[in-house]
């Protein structure tokens, strides 16, 4: 079982539509991600928020926003996607402690179709 | 930086057969490595990591990897697979508290 959750799991939007996809995590863990996946592909990072700032952002397009609304939260709004946009979306979370290793903990992923 | 390489895009093994999956990392100093598996329609699911210690790691659903410097490989084996291994594996490299490089991924096909 995973203890990051992502919502929704599946969602349909037109390219004009914004919507979002929640994560949550409770493990304390200070570092969040966002993952892009195509099928039988690697994940791609997308963000990387650290002590809730964003820390790293992968040269994504601006349709794609994130937000950290706290420590366990984050946020990627959609806006004006296009078809090639459509794929799984994880997202991760991990303690982000140097001492530590950086080990990831995925969500489920939510699954994008952009139509 | 570092890179992480899985040679094998598929390998198709039977039921109850035993498995290795190749990872070979580059990188001068000791990585910090992972195996995950994706199930489909899954997200990731951390098999096991090494960080340092014994290069003999035990880990979930019956896995276990190997860390061998000399040869820059951290292979993943089970000695009896079942049907529900069928899935893509991922091997993961990391440095101190970077972000992990995913290899390509190596499908696991089993037949019955």
């Known amino acids: 079982d995973t203890e990051v959750t992502q919502t929704p799991k599946h969602l349909v939007m037109g390219m004009t539509n914004k919507k979002s996809l929640k994560c949550e995590q409770h493990m304390g863990h200070r570092a969040m991600y966002w993952y892009k996946q195509k099928a039988k592909k690697p994940p791609e990072l997308m963000f990387v928020y650290s002590y809730e700032k964003l820390s790293i952002n992968e040269s994504v397009p601006s349709r794609f926003s994130p937000e950290c609304p706290n420590s366990s939260l984050l946020n990627l709004h959609l806006h004006a996607l296009q078809p090639e946009d459509s794929a799984l979306y994880l997202c991760?979370?991990?303690?982000?402690?140097?001492?530590?290793?950086?080990?990831?903990?995925f969500g489920e992923g939510s699954w994008l179709t952009v139509v | 930086a570092q890179s992480v390489t899985q040679p094998d895009i598929h390998i198709t093994v039977s039921e109850g057969a035993s498995l290795e999956l190749r990872c070979n990392y580059s990188?001068?100093?000791?990585?910090?490595l992972f195996w995950y598996v994706q199930s489909p329609g899954q997200g990731l699911q951390l098999l096991l990591k090494?960080?340092?210690?014994?290069?003999l790691v035990q880990g979930i659903k019956g896995f276990e990897a190997e860390f061998k410097r000399s040869q820059s490989s951290f292979n993943l084996r089970k000695p009896s697979v079942h049907w529900s291994d069928a899935a893509e594996y991922f091997c993961a490299v990391g440095v101190g508290s970077y972000i992990p490089t995913f290899g390509r991924g190596t499908s696991l096909i089993v037949h019955p």
């Open positions: 990188y001068g100093a000791t990585p910090y």
């Open positions: 991760a979370s991990s303690h982000g402690d140097r001492t530590r290793g950086n080990t990831i903990y």
């Open positions: 090494y960080f340092s210690g014994d290069t």
